[in-house]
């Protein structure tokens, strides 16, 4: 098909083969009219627009093509990628204040959600210095939230959760100074040294980058994870579906895209309400089927089991389908084409949130103190529209079950058993070989590489016996091609691997969920070194990720704190390139600092076969 690759599986093409598809303007279209799906001088990093005497297209090593105010093009190289991390940040950051803000209200009663996870909650109030003892949880939540809220606007000190991290770990950031010290100073900081004028040496610039990105890591993201599990569960392994074929031709179809999860819990609750169960039939559906898009998807997908109909690449397809009466959407990864895909379907785009509105959709406000009345308004909107649905494909038989849920504890339970849930099992299958090390892949999907890149590097690094751990539209992607069964081992991991796999009849590829769920990984891997036997920090352990076909600015800010807590990181290409030093600094000179870098490859076997031998480094370094 010239219109779509394989990545976006069996189902995505069945559909696009379809006449009703190909009349769909998709973003494979848009690059083809482009001519080129990026700009050639922006992608090396060194296009200055930060003030009025430019903007400056800088050429490194030319000295006349240094900008008007003298800025080289190591400098504004760093100075960019730092304004992606303060971006990536400040997006996560703001997904997780309200997380904070929707756990507050369900403390106070507020909301239809209520405190699940006592036990995380009690694990949480101890890191914050919370009394538990003779509490109720609601009480203690008020407090807890009370406490999280405090962390965004704290001006001095450290952020709470740093002190979770290996202790070796907090020494490097302490030493080198760059603990967080409040999440929302540290995105003001980065924006105000990256001003014209201000900071102009990239090491420099790099260390508040660093500083930044682990108030995302260590901060707001494991924030937004923590308080959403104790809100709604914590994970555990369960079935579900990832795939387009997902809609149900006799139901209203409620796709919900977008990144924070209590809208779509809200939905989900609504979604089995009399009335609205009710008023469906009444139109001749049998009720409402609701869908993931994105990281929305990946969170009811986690902690509810609802299917998700497709990833970022796929969002459009989703609507291409004809058989969606409202994709709901909030913030971030939301592409502005959506409401042009619709037009003269029944279909409604309907924004949600103040912050995110867009020409020609409907705009029906959330409000999280009524979120349930909100949420089942929005649902009758879509129960509306469900009679004027007219020509439609949903692509069938193609269904493919996945298993996810895994959390950090869910990996724990796995692989330590009932009666003695600890990472255990794990170190020692690693260190006696039968697993080579821990392998992440993350990150999002673009259009520039006409390849099965998730499938490739997950299946090479399986099959050498790498444990992949997945997040985000990575995740889902490995889903639609099958890696999220436990029949995955069997078909393609090394021998050492699919022992461990089947003893315990789990998927050589992990999903641990959204993006903000990246610190589930930060949990897991300080665990393996808490475990012993794997060295005393994050940058000794065997383990390498990855967000091969990164597209939002908050996987670089991911990147960026894994890097900053030792884990060696493997982008298919970054910014970077039209500035030599800085480019050097950030694949090599990080390392002296926090004992691990960047890397880049764009061959995605290539790139496995890097994370494999940085893993064989650890190796050997351990002596295992
Ligand atoms: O936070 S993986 S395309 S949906 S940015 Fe966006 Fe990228 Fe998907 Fe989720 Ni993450
Ligand atoms: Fe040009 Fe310097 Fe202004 Fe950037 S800050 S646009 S390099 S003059």
Redesign the pocket.
Same mark, same amino acid.
């Given at each position: 098909c010239d219109k779509c690759n394989d990545i976006t599986g069996a189902s995505t093409l069945d559909l696009l083969n379809q006449d009703l598809a190909k009349q769909v303007r998709t973003a494979y279209d848009r690059i083809e009219d482009r001519g080129m799906s990026a700009c050639l001088f922006g992608s090396g990093g060194t296009c200055?627009? @930060? #003030? @009025? !005497? =430019?903007?400056?297209q &800088?050429i490194d090593g030319v000295e006349s093509m %240094? /900008? &008007? #105010? =003298?800025?080289t093009a190591d400098? %504004?190289a760093a100075?960019n990628f730092a304004r992606i991390i303060a971006a990536g940040t400040a997006s996560h950051t703001d997904h997780a204040r309200e997380m904070v803000r929707g756990f507050i209200a369900t403390a106070k009663g507020e909301t239809p959600h209520e405190i699940k996870d006592v036990d995380k909650l009690h694990k949480m109030a101890k890191i914050f210095g919370i009394e538990t003892e003779g509490r109720d949880k609601n009480e203690i939540a008020l407090e807890l939230g009370e406490k999280a809220l405090a962390e965004f606007g704290q001006q001095e000190g450290e952020l709470a959760m740093v002190k979770r991290a290996p202790a070796k770990q907090q020494e490097i950031w302490r030493k080198v100074g760059v603990v967080p010290r409040g999440i929302d100073r540290e995105i003001t900081e980065m924006m105000h040294r990256t001003h !014209? /004028?201000v900071d102009q040496e990239y090491q420099n610039i790099m260390l508040q980058a660093a500083r930044c990105a682990l108030a995302d890591g260590w901060g707001a993201s494991m924030l937004s994870t923590e308080l959403t599990d104790i809100m709604f569960g914590t994970p555990t392994p369960k079935r579900a579906i990832v795939d387009l074929g997902v809609l149900k031709e006799d139901h209203v179809n409620v796709t919900v895209h977008g990144h924070e999860p209590l809208l779509a819990e809200s939905l989900c609750l609504a979604a089995e309400d009399e009335e609205i169960l009710a008023l469906a039939r009444k139109v001749g559906a049998k009720g409402v089927n609701l869908a993931g898009v994105c990281c929305t998807g990946n969170e009811i997908l986690m902690r509810r089991g609802i299917p998700v109909a497709g990833s970022f690449i796929q969002q459009e397809m989703v609507l291409a389908t004809g058989a969606v009466e409202a994709m709901v959407v909030d913030v971030q990864c939301v592409m502005q084409s959506l409401a042009q895909v619709v037009k003269g379907k029944h279909t409604d785009i309907i924004t949600t949130n103040y912050r995110a509105k867009m020409p020609d959709a409907i705009h029906i406000q959330f409000e999280e103190h009524e979120a349930y009345n909100s949420a089942k308004e929005i649902l009758k909107h879509a129960i509306n529209n469900f009679k004027k649905r007219r020509e439609f494909y949903i692509p069938k038989d193609k269904k493919l079950d996945v298993v996810v849920g895994f959390s950090h504890e869910t990996i724990n339970y796995m692989l330590g058993g009932r009666f003695r849930a600890s990472y255990r099992p794990l170190n020692d299958n690693i260190i006696n070989g039968r697993i080579r090390g821990v392998g992440a892949i993350v990150g999002c999907e673009h259009y520039k590489y006409a390849d099965d890149v998730h499938f490739k590097i997950a299946v090479e690094l399986i099959k050498n016996n790498v444990l992949v751990l997945a997040t985000g539209c990575a995740a889902q992607a490995l889903g639609r091609r099958g890696l999220l069964r436990p029949e995955a081992a069997t078909e393609y991991a090394g021998d050492g691997l699919r022992e461990v796999c089947e003893a315990v009849g789990m998927p050589p590829a992990l999903h641990v969920g959204s993006c903000v769920d990246n610190s589930r990984l930060l949990i897991a891997l300080t665990e393996m070194v808490n475990e012993g036997g794997l060295g005393e920090d994050i940058s000794e352990l065997p383990a390498c990720g990855t967000a091969p076909l990164y597209m939002s600015e908050k996987a670089v800010a991911i990147g960026q704190y894994f890097v900053s807590s030792g884990a060696h990181v493997i982008f298919q290409n970054l910014p970077i390139t039209g500035a030599k030093k800085f480019t050097e600094f950030i694949k090599g000179g990080m390392k002296e600092v926090y004992g691990a870098c960047w890397d880049t490859e764009e061959d995605p076997i290539k790139l496995a076969q890097k994370m494999i031998k940085a893993i064989d480094g650890k190796r050997e370094a351990l002596g295992i």
């Open positions: 200055c627009r @930060n #003030c @009025n !005497m =430019g903007p400056c &800088i %240094v /900008g &008007i #105010c =003298g800025a400098t %504004v100075r !014209m /004028g």
